[in-house]
Protein backbone atom coordinates (compact mmCIF):
# COMPACT_ATOMS: atom_id res chain seq x y z
CA UNK A 1 0.00 0.00 0.00
CA UNK A 2 1.23 3.65 -0.59
CA UNK A 3 2.05 6.01 1.82
CA UNK A 4 2.39 9.73 2.14
CA UNK A 5 6.49 11.03 2.44
CA UNK A 6 7.71 11.15 6.19
CA UNK A 7 10.44 12.99 7.60
CA UNK A 8 13.90 11.40 7.56
CA UNK A 9 14.45 8.99 10.77
CA UNK A 10 16.93 10.23 13.65
CA UNK A 11 20.48 9.26 12.26
CA UNK A 12 20.84 5.78 13.83
CA UNK A 13 23.29 5.43 17.37
CA UNK A 14 25.86 3.42 16.03
CA UNK A 15 26.63 2.41 19.78
CA UNK A 16 23.09 1.47 20.74
CA UNK A 17 22.81 -2.63 20.57
CA UNK A 18 21.13 -3.96 17.44
CA UNK A 19 17.82 -5.78 18.55
CA UNK A 20 18.24 -10.14 17.95
CA UNK A 21 16.89 -11.52 14.83
CA UNK A 22 14.56 -13.51 14.82
CA UNK A 23 15.32 -15.30 11.43
CA UNK A 24 18.63 -16.44 11.96
CA UNK A 25 20.73 -19.74 12.24
CA UNK A 26 19.52 -21.41 15.61
CA UNK A 27 16.52 -19.93 16.29
CA UNK A 28 12.90 -22.29 15.83
CA UNK A 29 10.36 -21.83 14.05
CA UNK A 30 6.93 -23.28 13.94
CA UNK A 31 4.77 -23.93 10.89
CA UNK A 32 1.25 -25.08 10.47
CA UNK A 33 -0.17 -25.97 7.36
CA UNK A 34 3.39 -26.97 6.44
CA UNK A 35 2.85 -29.91 4.11
CA UNK A 36 2.00 -27.72 1.02
CA UNK A 37 1.35 -23.89 -0.57
CA UNK A 38 2.94 -21.25 1.62
CA UNK A 39 3.21 -23.29 4.86
CA UNK A 40 6.04 -25.47 2.93
CA UNK A 41 7.45 -22.32 1.34
CA UNK A 42 8.15 -20.56 4.80
CA UNK A 43 9.49 -23.93 5.63
CA UNK A 44 11.95 -24.19 3.06
CA UNK A 45 13.13 -20.43 3.40
CA UNK A 46 13.18 -20.79 6.97
CA UNK A 47 15.57 -23.79 6.67
CA UNK A 48 17.56 -22.02 4.24
CA UNK A 49 18.35 -19.53 6.71
CA UNK A 50 19.20 -22.12 9.06
CA UNK A 51 16.43 -21.87 11.23
CA UNK A 52 14.86 -25.15 12.91
CA UNK A 53 11.92 -25.73 11.52
CA UNK A 54 8.54 -27.65 12.87
CA UNK A 55 6.33 -28.35 10.49
CA UNK A 56 2.31 -29.17 11.47
CA UNK A 57 0.04 -30.40 8.95
CA UNK A 58 -3.24 -32.87 9.08
CA UNK A 59 -2.67 -34.46 6.24
CA UNK A 60 0.07 -36.95 7.40
CA UNK A 61 1.12 -38.48 4.23
CA UNK A 62 2.13 -35.01 2.57
CA UNK A 63 4.01 -34.13 5.73
CA UNK A 64 6.26 -36.74 5.89
CA UNK A 65 7.02 -35.70 2.47
CA UNK A 66 7.71 -32.71 2.21
CA UNK A 67 9.17 -32.90 5.62
CA UNK A 68 11.42 -35.69 4.18
CA UNK A 69 12.24 -32.92 1.79
CA UNK A 70 13.33 -29.95 3.45
CA UNK A 71 15.48 -32.50 5.76
CA UNK A 72 17.00 -33.63 2.25
CA UNK A 73 18.21 -30.00 2.06
CA UNK A 74 20.12 -29.84 5.12
CA UNK A 75 17.32 -28.22 6.98
CA UNK A 76 16.52 -29.56 10.61
CA UNK A 77 13.43 -30.80 10.66
CA UNK A 78 10.68 -32.02 13.07
CA UNK A 79 7.40 -32.92 11.43
CA UNK A 80 4.09 -32.88 14.16
CA UNK A 81 0.87 -33.80 12.52
CA UNK A 82 -1.44 -31.93 14.14
CA UNK A 83 -5.34 -30.54 13.68
CA UNK A 84 -5.01 -27.15 14.71
CA UNK A 85 -8.64 -26.82 15.41
CA UNK A 86 -8.12 -29.22 18.55
CA UNK A 87 -7.15 -27.52 21.11
CA UNK A 88 -4.79 -30.51 22.68
CA UNK A 89 -3.28 -31.27 19.50
CA UNK A 90 -1.81 -27.68 19.79
CA UNK A 91 -0.45 -27.76 23.10
CA UNK A 92 1.01 -31.42 22.20
CA UNK A 93 2.47 -29.69 19.12
CA UNK A 94 3.98 -26.55 21.66
CA UNK A 95 5.54 -29.43 24.03
CA UNK A 96 7.11 -31.48 21.11
CA UNK A 97 8.69 -28.30 19.86
CA UNK A 98 10.22 -27.43 23.11
CA UNK A 99 11.12 -31.03 23.47
CA UNK A 100 12.72 -30.77 20.56
CA UNK A 101 14.29 -27.70 19.95
CA UNK A 102 14.16 -26.39 23.57
CA UNK A 103 12.14 -23.37 22.70
CA UNK A 104 10.28 -21.19 19.92
CA UNK A 105 11.52 -17.94 18.44
CA UNK A 106 8.41 -17.53 15.62
CA UNK A 107 5.34 -19.14 15.19
CA UNK A 108 3.09 -19.25 11.90
CA UNK A 109 -0.26 -19.72 12.59
CA UNK A 110 -0.74 -20.34 8.62
CA UNK A 111 -2.94 -23.75 8.27
CA UNK A 112 -6.17 -22.70 6.30
CA UNK A 113 -9.36 -24.19 4.68
CA UNK A 114 -11.33 -22.52 2.19
CA UNK A 115 -14.66 -23.98 2.25
CA UNK A 116 -17.98 -23.00 0.38
CA UNK A 117 -19.52 -19.87 -0.79
CA UNK A 118 -22.71 -18.61 -1.69
CA UNK A 119 -25.21 -16.51 0.40
CA UNK A 120 -24.51 -17.17 4.21
CA UNK A 121 -27.98 -18.07 5.13
CA UNK A 122 -27.41 -21.78 2.57
CA UNK A 123 -24.12 -22.60 4.31
CA UNK A 124 -24.82 -25.68 6.39
CA UNK A 125 -23.77 -25.53 9.89
CA UNK A 126 -20.76 -28.07 9.52
CA UNK A 127 -19.09 -26.15 6.96
CA UNK A 128 -18.85 -22.88 8.99
CA UNK A 129 -17.75 -25.28 11.79
CA UNK A 130 -14.97 -26.44 9.69
CA UNK A 131 -13.86 -23.20 8.34
CA UNK A 132 -13.67 -21.00 11.17
CA UNK A 133 -12.64 -24.24 13.61
CA UNK A 134 -8.93 -24.27 11.34
CA UNK A 135 -8.87 -20.51 9.67
CA UNK A 136 -9.92 -18.86 13.14
CA UNK A 137 -10.05 -21.11 16.17
CA UNK A 138 -6.77 -22.36 15.04
CA UNK A 139 -5.10 -19.29 15.29
CA UNK A 140 -6.98 -18.87 18.53
CA UNK A 141 -5.25 -22.33 20.01
CA UNK A 142 -2.08 -20.69 18.50
CA UNK A 143 -1.68 -17.99 20.63
CA UNK A 144 -3.03 -19.84 23.90
CA UNK A 145 -0.65 -22.64 23.89
CA UNK A 146 2.99 -20.78 21.92
CA UNK A 147 2.58 -17.42 23.20
CA UNK A 148 4.12 -18.52 26.85
CA UNK A 149 6.61 -19.71 25.23
CA UNK A 150 7.70 -16.75 23.34
CA UNK A 151 7.61 -14.64 25.96
CA UNK A 152 10.44 -16.38 27.72
CA UNK A 153 12.86 -15.78 24.83
CA UNK A 154 15.03 -12.98 23.84
CA UNK A 155 13.30 -12.22 20.75
CA UNK A 156 10.43 -13.62 18.89
CA UNK A 157 7.29 -13.07 16.78
CA UNK A 158 3.68 -14.23 15.35
CA UNK A 159 2.84 -14.42 11.79
CA UNK A 160 -0.44 -15.01 11.39
CA UNK A 161 -1.87 -15.75 7.70
CA UNK A 162 -4.68 -13.88 7.19
CA UNK A 163 -5.82 -13.11 2.98
CA UNK A 164 -6.56 -10.16 0.99
CA UNK A 165 -10.12 -10.91 1.41
CA UNK A 166 -9.14 -10.23 5.18
CA UNK A 167 -8.77 -6.73 4.59
CA UNK A 168 -11.14 -5.27 2.00
CA UNK A 169 -15.20 -5.23 2.40
CA UNK A 170 -16.80 -9.03 2.68
CA UNK A 171 -16.51 -11.50 -0.04
CA UNK A 172 -15.90 -15.60 0.21
CA UNK A 173 -18.62 -16.70 2.29
CA UNK A 174 -17.11 -18.41 5.63
CA UNK A 175 -13.56 -18.28 4.45
CA UNK A 176 -13.61 -14.05 4.39
CA UNK A 177 -15.04 -13.78 7.26
CA UNK A 178 -12.94 -16.16 9.06
CA UNK A 179 -10.00 -14.16 7.48
CA UNK A 180 -11.49 -10.71 8.80
CA UNK A 181 -11.62 -12.36 12.38
CA UNK A 182 -8.05 -13.46 11.70
CA UNK A 183 -6.84 -9.52 10.92
CA UNK A 184 -8.44 -8.23 14.22
CA UNK A 185 -6.78 -11.16 16.45
CA UNK A 186 -3.92 -9.76 15.04
CA UNK A 187 -4.56 -6.28 15.65
CA UNK A 188 -5.46 -6.99 19.16
CA UNK A 189 -2.61 -9.28 19.81
CA UNK A 190 0.01 -6.28 18.89
CA UNK A 191 -1.74 -4.16 21.07
CA UNK A 192 -1.87 -6.21 24.11
CA UNK A 193 1.74 -7.62 23.32
CA UNK A 194 2.69 -3.48 23.08
CA UNK A 195 1.33 -2.77 26.17
CA UNK A 196 3.04 -5.72 28.62
CA UNK A 197 6.61 -4.75 26.72
CA UNK A 198 6.76 -7.82 25.51
CA UNK A 199 9.82 -8.59 22.62
CA UNK A 200 7.20 -10.26 20.51
CA UNK A 201 6.04 -8.72 17.14
CA UNK A 202 3.51 -9.68 15.16
CA UNK A 203 2.66 -9.67 11.59
CA UNK A 204 -0.14 -10.37 9.68
CA UNK A 205 0.49 -12.16 6.59
CA UNK A 206 -2.23 -11.16 3.61
CA UNK A 207 -1.57 -13.04 0.38
CA UNK A 208 -3.27 -12.85 -2.64
CA UNK A 209 -3.05 -15.18 -5.20
CA UNK A 210 -0.73 -17.99 -4.48
CA UNK A 211 -0.07 -21.37 -6.49
CA UNK A 212 -0.90 -23.74 -3.77
CA UNK A 213 -3.48 -26.67 -3.95
CA UNK A 214 -5.97 -24.59 -1.06
CA UNK A 215 -8.92 -24.92 -3.66
CA UNK A 216 -9.31 -29.14 -2.39
CA UNK A 217 -8.77 -28.50 0.43
CA UNK A 218 -12.13 -30.28 1.37
CA UNK A 219 -10.25 -32.80 1.14
CA UNK A 220 -8.82 -32.60 5.13
CA UNK A 221 -13.02 -32.13 5.91
CA UNK A 222 -13.23 -33.60 9.05
CA UNK A 223 -15.32 -36.73 8.79
CA UNK A 224 -17.22 -36.17 12.14
CA UNK A 225 -18.77 -32.79 10.86
CA UNK A 226 -22.41 -33.81 9.36
CA UNK A 227 -23.01 -34.03 5.74
CA UNK A 228 -24.22 -31.23 3.63
CA UNK A 229 -28.16 -31.27 3.99
CA UNK A 230 -29.08 -31.09 0.36
CA UNK A 231 -27.43 -31.91 -3.19
CA UNK A 232 -27.25 -28.37 -3.76
CA UNK A 233 -24.08 -28.27 -1.16
CA UNK A 234 -21.94 -30.00 -3.13
CA UNK A 235 -22.68 -27.65 -6.46
CA UNK A 236 -21.19 -25.12 -3.86
CA UNK A 237 -18.26 -26.81 -3.19
CA UNK A 238 -17.45 -27.73 -6.91
CA UNK A 239 -18.11 -24.20 -7.63
CA UNK A 240 -15.62 -22.83 -4.49
CA UNK A 241 -12.86 -24.90 -5.45
CA UNK A 242 -13.21 -23.64 -9.24
CA UNK A 243 -13.10 -20.17 -8.35
CA UNK A 244 -9.96 -20.73 -5.46
CA UNK A 245 -8.47 -22.85 -8.52
CA UNK A 246 -8.52 -19.67 -10.81
CA UNK A 247 -7.45 -17.46 -8.31
CA UNK A 248 -3.95 -19.75 -7.35
CA UNK A 249 -3.41 -20.33 -11.63
CA UNK A 250 -1.82 -16.84 -12.02
CA UNK A 251 -0.93 -16.42 -8.32
CA UNK A 252 2.43 -16.41 -7.02
CA UNK A 253 5.22 -19.17 -6.23
CA UNK A 254 5.23 -19.55 -2.84
CA UNK A 255 8.73 -18.89 -2.57
CA UNK A 256 8.20 -15.47 -3.40
CA UNK A 257 5.67 -15.09 -0.52
CA UNK A 258 8.28 -16.36 1.65
CA UNK A 259 10.64 -14.04 0.61
CA UNK A 260 8.19 -11.50 1.40
CA UNK A 261 7.15 -12.13 4.76
CA UNK A 262 11.10 -12.68 5.47
CA UNK A 263 11.47 -9.17 3.97
CA UNK A 264 8.32 -7.87 6.12
CA UNK A 265 9.13 -9.58 9.14
CA UNK A 266 13.13 -7.98 8.89
CA UNK A 267 11.50 -4.69 8.20
CA UNK A 268 9.03 -4.96 10.81
CA UNK A 269 6.10 -4.52 8.82
CA UNK A 270 3.12 -5.56 10.97
CA UNK A 271 0.45 -6.28 7.86
CA UNK A 272 2.30 -7.65 4.52
CA UNK A 273 0.86 -7.80 1.72
CA UNK A 274 1.93 -9.68 -1.59
CA UNK A 275 0.77 -7.52 -4.20
CA UNK A 276 -0.93 -4.13 -5.17
CA UNK A 277 -3.55 -4.97 -7.15
CA UNK A 278 -6.31 -4.81 -4.54
CA UNK A 279 -5.08 -1.80 -3.07
CA UNK A 280 -7.59 -0.03 -4.32
CA UNK A 281 -10.52 -2.17 -2.81
CA UNK A 282 -8.76 -1.97 0.77
CA UNK A 283 -8.39 1.72 0.75
CA UNK A 284 -11.97 2.35 -0.81
CA UNK A 285 -13.48 -0.20 2.45
CA UNK A 286 -11.79 2.41 4.56
CA UNK A 287 -13.55 5.61 3.11
CA UNK A 288 -16.57 3.41 3.01
CA UNK A 289 -16.35 2.52 7.08
CA UNK A 290 -15.65 6.76 7.26
CA UNK A 291 -18.72 7.89 5.74
CA UNK A 292 -21.07 5.47 6.48
CA UNK A 293 -21.82 4.11 3.15
CA UNK A 294 -22.87 0.54 2.57
CA UNK A 295 -20.14 -1.79 0.81
CA UNK A 296 -19.30 -1.62 -2.65
CA UNK A 297 -18.24 -5.01 -4.30
CA UNK A 298 -14.29 -5.40 -4.10
CA UNK A 299 -14.42 -6.04 -7.49
CA UNK A 300 -15.58 -4.48 -9.92
CA UNK A 301 -18.20 -6.62 -11.66
CA UNK A 302 -20.99 -9.39 -10.82
CA UNK A 303 -19.60 -13.06 -10.98
CA UNK A 304 -16.41 -14.35 -10.02
CA UNK A 305 -13.70 -12.73 -8.54
CA UNK A 306 -10.94 -12.40 -11.25
CA UNK A 307 -7.20 -13.63 -10.16
CA UNK A 308 -5.76 -12.15 -7.14
Given at each position: ?????????????????????VISSG????????????????????????????????????????????????????????????????????????????????????????????????????????????????????????????????????????????????????YGISK?????????????????????????????????????????????????????????????????????????????????????????????????????????????????????????????????
Amino acid sequence: MSSSPEASPPAADDSAPSAPAVISSGRVAVVTGAASGIGLGLSQRFAAEGMRVVMADVEEPALRHSADEVAGKGGEVLAVVTDVSTPGQVEVLAHRAVQAFGGVHLLCNNAGVGGPHGPLWTVPEGEWEWVLGVNLWGVIHGVRSFLPLLLEQDVAHVLNTSSIFGVFAGALGPYGISKHAVTALSETLYFDLREAGARVGVSVLCPGAVKTNFGSSARNRPAHLPPPPDTRAAARAAASKEQFDRLSALGLEPSQVADIVVDGIRAGRFYILTSTNRNEAVLRRGEEVVRGDPPARPFPFSGPAPPG
